[in-house]
């Protein structure tokens, strides 16, 4: 199978896939209950769309194509509500977070779907401990180059949305001390990393064709790359996210992403060097580790210093694109979260306080349902 | 000194406690093969070696004292009273208020049918309006005991949870309405066929919701110590079980209110160990080896055909009300089919209220008392079969391990 022809799509249109988390009202542990809340939200019209997802306890919401800050909160709120009145009428409830804390991988279900079959039996236990719930953000380009372009210029970036969007610190009922541990699960799958270094679109066809003949992959769907592109929606898709614990900061680190593409499609035409790579990894594991305190390498000239002070410039630098894209609100939530912690800091503290996971997931839940 | 002041004298003269010690070691054994070669559950196991060494089998162990099993009997179930009423979340019915109809509708159906089939083999009316209510309880005992052996979550279990929680509290109030009844024949006047039921429900509200109130502070205090709470616990449900019957209220639905008003009070989630402990759990295993004793299949002689009746037009009423709901509470056909079933089993709720119906009322005990016996014993033995099975088919067990 060759790939599909790159779909032209508005510049820098969004959408945002959000993976959540089901959970019993007993115990608050993961219950395998996305067959019943699906057939039940099918029920309800609603905005974009909601599907299942590799094990029976999680879904996952998508909005459609949206353009700016508020049109993309209020989709994700109007999804929010459909989700939780669904999860209320069958005493499930729904939660953000990058990874449940205290789930037993082996408990988990596969949903019964050909391709999550297929996936359990190609990698096994991996199947199970890919238990983890991320958000996936689609930004649109006019073009294959362009979008290539965007997903290495984007590299860069990584570590901000990963420690912006960090929430995943507790894994089977212990604290990794990692801030996103839910990219460690990432991580072990044989093609996670980052994209090859291809800058053209027919070099991009080579590399795929190459990589089909092979045999190792089908289609991009088995690239599970940091960021990749899409060519069927004519986008690219930043996938290092953990689904935050409310839609408004899904909503805004969406936008901040938005707003960085922007800067780069509009002042950042210089093509991308390989060698920008070389610290790639080394940011990235600060980043999963020590969330916004991480330490961040700049690729031209080799600097340290925080992540929290690298956003801190980057919101000055984008911040003209920002008021052009109306994210001013969005980004007035990517400062609180610089300021006040971001989801990682957010459930340490509820840990501190409740002594207990249960608790932390009760109130994680009923952070991200609202009530 | 002769051989007789330290040797024992020939035959030997045990207690009964010896040979029930002894029960208690074959019957847990007996369980773990179970479950190990036939994939059943244990407590079939428990509930069969019972009924074998029983007066009702083999007559191996002999008659012991009622009042003696009673405590142990009360204890257990108290707890698994207890346990089902704390896992139990009540807002569901105002987010899910079809689950509610679902609810009342199987058990009104239940009693009808129940009721009409006795009235058609000629059975007085106030007696089998007593039978019908004891019909609407499904056991609570084998359905937290599966769902724990199981470790089942999901829709059906949660339900079934749920269900059988309000089945039992509406059997134990109309089963109290009825006696009144019956009593009101036997020549008592009509206010106190009135005053009873109320001074009952009112009083063991009122008993549940102190025991509530104190067990959240206790919990407070002494949540982190698991065991010590335990057996504070155990303290707390012995004290109210036995304060009920002094008080002639229904230890069931203390304790069942208790665990109910506990669970919707609190304001964090809390998960307790399977009956509250290891302690709790010898309790349960002794409380089904007592119901195998207690078993009587005397009555399948004379009214078989009854008996089988009875088992099958109640079961038909739960299964066709679930299934009637079902669309609009939110659950698919296999589902709804496998709920219905889980909802069949009966056992200590339902014998409890005919022993003591039977005790007011010797009549009923050697008459329709038997021909209920008979039913409860057998869906006592299938009934964990059944609910294991049905959660099983709902895709709620873990999978297994391959």
């Not at chain 2, 089998?57 to 099993?69: D, K, N, T, V």
């Not at chain 2, 010590?228 to 230890?251: R, Y």
């Given at each position: ?29 993961l ?9 039940r ?8 769309d ?11 919401i ?10 993309l909160?209020?989709?994700?709120r109007?999804l ?6 669904a ?5 499930v ?12 991988w ?6 019964d ?11 096994g ?6 238990t ?6 689609h ?13 290495h ?32 699960s ?25 990589m ?8 991009m ?16 898709e930043?996938?290092v ?17 938005q ?12 093509a ?31 600097e ?22 109306r ?18 800091s ?20 009923a ?5 | ?18 040979w ?44 012991l ?29 105002k ?6 109809g ?11 049918v ?40 999901g ?7 749920l ?15 009825a006696?009144a ?12 066929s ?6 009952l429900?009112?009083?063991s ?17 002494l ?7 335990s ?11 036995i304060m009920?019957?002094t ?15 506990t669970?919707?009070r609190?304001?964090r ?46 079961a ?11 669309h ?8 709804a ?8 089993p ?5 014998l ?6 039977g ?44």
């Amino acid at each position: 199978m060759s790939l599909m022809p790159f779909a032209p799509s508005r510049p820098l249109s969004i959408g945002v896939e959000l993976e959540l988390q089901l959970l019993g009202c007993n115990d608050y542990n993961l219950v395998s209950s996305a067959p019943d809340m699906l057939r039940r939200i099918a029920k309800y019209p609603h905005p974009g769309d909601v599907k299942p997802e590799m094990t029976r306890s999680m879904i996952e919401i998508n909005t459609s194509v949206q353009q700016e800050y508020g049109g993309l909160v209020e989709e994700l709120r109007s999804l929010r509500k459909v989700v939780s009145d669904a999860g209320r009428f069958l005493n499930v409830a729904v939660a953000g977070g990058g990874t449940h804390p205290f789930q037993h991988w082996s408990e988990q279900k596969i949903f019964d779907a050909p391709r999550f079959h297929h996936l359990s039996e190609l990698y096994g236990y991996l199947a199970k401990q890919f238990t983890i719930f991320g958000q996936h953000v689609h930004i649109g380009c006019t073009g294959p180059d362009e979008a290539l372009h965007l997903m290495h210029m984007l590299s860069r970036y990584v570590p901000h949305f990963i420690a912006l969007s960090a929430s995943s610190p507790f894994v089977q009922g212990h604290d990794t001390g990692f801030a996103s541990a839910r990219l460690n699960s990432v991580f072990s799958f044989p093609l996670s990393g980052r994209a090859p270094f291809v800058l053209s679109w027919n070099g991009f066809e080579q590399f795929f064709d190459k990589m089909t003949t092979t045999g190792v992959v089908e289609s991009m769907k088995d690239f599970y790359w940091d960021i990749r592109p899409k060519p069927e929606f004519g986008t690219i898709e930043v996938r290092v996210c953990d689904t935050p614990l409310t839609v408004e900061i899904a909503a805004a680190i969406a936008c901040y992403i938005q707003a960085v593409s922007r800067y780069i499609m509009v002042e950042q035409r210089a093509a991308p060097q390989e060698d920008d790579y070389l610290v790639y990894t080394f940011n990235r594991f600060q980043a999963c580790r020590f969330g916004l305190e991480g330490v961040f390498i700049d690729p031209c000239t080799h600097e340290q210093r925080s992540i929290r002070e690298d956003i801190t410039g980057m919101l000055a630098r984008i911040s003209a694109h920002a008021m052009e894209l109306r994210a001013g609100e969005a980004m007035e939530r990517v400062r609180e979260i610089l300021a006040a912690g971001n989801g990682t800091s957010w459930l340490r503290q509820t840990y501190a306080r409740e002594h207990n996971l249960g608790d932390v997931m009760q109130l994680q839940a009923a952070l991200w349902m609202g009530n | 000194m002769t051989w007789s002041t330290y040797l024992p004298l020939w035959p030997l003269s045990v207690p009964p406690a010896l040979w029930l010690a002894l029960t208690l070691v074959v019957a847990v054994l007996v369980g773990e093969a179970l479950v190990r070669y036939l994939k059943l559950p244990r407590i079939v196991g428990y509930i069969a070696i019972g009924l074998l060494l029983g007066p009702g089998g083999f007559s191996l162990i002999p008659q012991l004292p009622a009042a003696e099993w009673r405590l142990v009997v009360d204890l257990a179930l108290g707890i698994l009273l207890f346990e089902l009423g704390s896992k139990v979340n009540l807002r569901w019915l105002k987010a899910n208020p079809w689950i509610a109809g679902t609810s009342l509708l199987e058990s009104i159906t239940t009693f009808f049918v129940v009721y009409g089939l006795l009235l058609w083999f000629d059975t007085a009316g106030v007696t089998a309006a007593v039978v019908a209510t004891i019909a609407i309880a499904t056991s609570p005992a084998i359905v937290v005991r599966t769902v724990t052996e199981s470790r089942a979550q999901g829709q059906v279990t949660d339900r079934l949870l749920l269900m059988t929680a309000l089945n039992c509290i509406y059997a134990v109030i109309f089963h109290k309405l009825a006696v009144a009844l019956m009593h009101g024949e036997t020549g008592a006047g009509l206010m106190h066929s009135v005053l009873q039921p109320l001074y009952l429900i009112g009083g063991s509200a009122l008993l549940a919701w102190l025991f509530g109130i104190t067990f959240e502070r206790i919990h407070h205090h002494l949540g982190q110590h698991e065991e010590t709470f335990s057996f504070v616990l155990f303290g707390m449900i012995a004290f109210a079980t036995i304060m009920a019957s002094t008080l002639k209220l229904s230890p069931i639905l203390v304790l069942l209110a208790a665990g109910l008003i506990t669970r919707y009070r609190r304001q964090r989630s809390r998960t307790f160990p399977p009956h509250f402990g290891s302690a709790g759990a010898v309790l349960v295993v002794l409380m089904f080896i007592a119901n195998g004793l207690a078993a009587d299949l005397n009555g399948l002689r004379e009214s078989a055909l009854l008996v089988l009746l009875l088992i099958m037009v109640r079961a038909i009423a739960k299964l066709s009300s679930v299934l009637a709901l079902a669309h609009y509470s939110g659950i698919g056909l296999r589902q709804a089919m496998a709920l219905g079933i889980a909802l069949v089993p009966m056992s200590s709720v339902a014998l409890l209220l005919t022993l003591d119906t039977g005790a007011t009322f010797p009549a009923f005990a050697s008459g329709l008392g038997l021909a209920l016996m008979s039913c409860i014993v057998i869906l006592e033995l299938a009934g964990p079969i059944v609910v294991q099975m049905a959660l099983g088919a709902a895709g709620e067990t873990p999978e297994k391990k391959t």
